[in-house]
């Protein structure tokens, strides 16, 4: 299929033209194969299967959710206000153990609905409940995510190997399955959650799957505490004791609790950092140094954690909180400027997930976008584009939502997804998981 988008003004990206103030892209098969300014030549009207006309709509890359826990949907405002550890063992983990497949599938399915209404094309899903359930949707809904079987290794060995063995079979069924759009990593859920053989026994199957390791680190202080006292060392440094950082590509969560030395570390194992700044600041953990990691060059994207622990997956909130916050703790204007928000969200994160050609508007990149209407009143001088995405828009300003050159949201209406029925269910679900655990 061919399509035509024309009279837009394009977020590109590509930092060798970054804005397009009145341009078109021409997209084949899926793949940019052109990005313009002016008017498209007859020709491509004319060859177009569809055109569409913006009428001055901003036109960007779809926004890159790198952490997150999209299974807890449903326990979004069921518990606030309080630490990490308290949160997770008396309120979630305890309402988790009710979850059952329906519960997982309406929680996950307004999950979805939220992402695309706000522009998110591509999330990151580490959980342990119907995974392949959710694969499936997937591939029938059209968006595009690294999928991971999350393991807790507080168990007896036989019973690691058995989530381990999960695992990899999951990553083997579906890594770059559904034209492309799902991958797959390994996922050991935290340091205080597996022990130290457990992750390396992860690693090793991640090793051999070829697959990157995704974890949870150092998001809270007590973490860090508890582990230095058990161990002697602090979490990271346990793992570059036991030789696991170099070994295989890493896509660490958090990351609060971190120091120079640290940092230093996870430059020269050339990891990432997913930053969670909205979920870090509402469970008290505290804030990044994404200041310092920027400063070493570490590749930080964007992540929203669950809804559980933000209360939203809204993108566009994650980088204005982020740009913002940032600036106060540094107590400097010039930390994380608009234009680095924006690569957080979209060039940064395809990094993060291994997506190649994905995240800029771009000659042979993948045709993942959406549209803004320009006219909002807060989006006026219009001509401030990449200042107002980040520190004007809302998400409810996405009007248009595409994978793949394929159409997810049109004109504010999710396609792939059946929006009435699936607020009902959810809203049903709760209801009935909340009764058993009265």
Known sequence: MSLLCEDVTIVTM???R???????AYIEKGHFSKVEEGDPPSKLRIEAEISINAKGKWMLPGLINTHGHAGMTLLRG???DLPLHQWLQEKIWPFEMKLDREA????????LLEMIKSGTTTFLEMYHLFMDDLAETIEEVGIRATLMRSMIGLCPVEEQKEKLREAATFTKTWHKQANGRIQSMLAPHAPYTCPIRFIEMIVEEAIHLNVPVHMHLAETKKEVDDHILHHGLHPLDHLDQANLLHSVSWLFAHGVHLNDSH???IKEAKAMISHNPKSNLKLGSGIAPVSQMLDKEITVSLGTDSSASNNSLDMFEEMRVAALIHKGVEQSPTTLPAKMALELAMTNGAKALHFEKVGKIKEGYQADFLFIESTEGHLQPVEHVESHLVYACKSNDVTDVYV???ALMKNRQVLTLDEERIISEANAHYQRIKALNS
């Open 14 to 16: 590509d930092e060798n």
């Open 18 to 24: 970054p804005l397009i103030k009145k341009g078109y």
């Open 78 to 80: 069921h518990a606030d």
């Open 104 to 111: 997982v599938r309406a929680g996950r399915n307004l999950a």
């Open 263 to 265: 940092l230093s570390k």
């Open 404 to 406: 793949q050159g394929n």
